[in-house]
């Protein structure tokens, strides 16, 4: 899927000189590196592990994101900012702190310093992990991060509002449901995000004019709901995708007990990970 440069519901070109998309060797950004050059004349990847060589179009920086030198050399001279980098599960504290806290502090004041003036967070749903399945909420509602990671997201979008209000850097913090191939389990049914929606939302994300700072959930439209997403439609976010292909295959497999946490709340397993080292 390419949205076109003449979609209506963009109103401006779908395409600048240079995005830069942090995380390309994660499951997402080696998914979605390929698909931003649709959108650009040059990507400029990176990321801490081997991305592998230069592939057309791409320019292959290999970073890390604690090094506050190395990051703002890699955004020197982009023009939107797809931050997709760091630790994407529950981890010890001193493994998140370095990549997702000092990391997303690090390329917010690298493109204040360079002027980029427009970054996609790669948020994520483990900032309200603690509501429970039978509960709807939407992006205004108070957070409850299910652990460490849920915690460092949630430090990304406030900084995300500073930048907004303090330097007019514009941000859309994508709470990003289960982005797989398909939905594997009874959670992924309600959180499943398609690649082909997951490439909407990001172009979207990059080029509509005037978002300020928006966070919305990023979710295929999928049968089963826990978040009302209206506010994607600030974006245009229009989805395509459902998991419902996936329900069968998903539905034979053994439910888990009710009494389990991971079966209560939206978190899922994420609310009993760690501690680690006790």
């Known amino acids: 899927m390419t949205i076109q440069d003449s979609d209506p519901l963009i109103g401006v070109p779908t395409r600048c000189h240079r995005i830069l998309l942090t995380g390309a060797a994660g499951n997402l950004g080696a998914v979605m590196r390929d698909r931003l050059k649709h959108y650009a004349d040059t990507v400029r990847v990176s990321d801490l592990a081997d991305a592998g060589p230069a592939r057309e179009g791409e320019e292959v920086v290999r970073c890390d994101l604690s090094d506050t030198g190395a990051v703002h050399a890699l955004v020197d001279g982009v023009d939107v900012i797809v931050h997709l980098g760091g630790v994407s599960v529950e981890r010890p504290f001193a493994e998140i702190l370095p990549a997702n806290i000092q990391g997303t502090f690090n390329i917010y004041e690298a493109a204040r310093r360079h002027g980029v003036r427009r970054v996609v967070f790669a948020s994520s749903n483990h900032v309200t992990g603690f509501y429970g399945q039978d509960e709807v909420i939407d992006a205004s509602a108070a957070p409850r991060p299910d652990g460490l990671y849920g915690v460092s997201k949630l430090f990304g979008e406030g900084l995300a509002q500073l930048y907004f209000d303090r330097y007019g850097i514009e941000t859309v913090s994508l709470r990003i449901g289960s982005s797989f191939p398909e939905a594997r389990d009874r959670r992924m049914l309600v959180t499943w ?62 439910p888990l007990p009710a009494s389990d946490p991971a079966a209560r709340f939206q978190g899922g397993a994420f609310v009993t990970a760690g501690p680690f080292g006790d």
């Open 193 to 254: 995000l398609g690649y082909d929606d997951l490439e909407q939302l990001l172009c979207r994300a990059m080029f509509v004019p005037n978002v300020g700072h928006i966070v919305v959930y990023g979710v295929s439209a999928n049968r089963d709901r826990w978040w009302d997403n209206r506010r994607a439609s600030k974006l245009g976010f229009a989805p395509v995708q459902s998991s419902e292909q996936f329900r069968a295959s998903a539905e034979s497999q053994p």
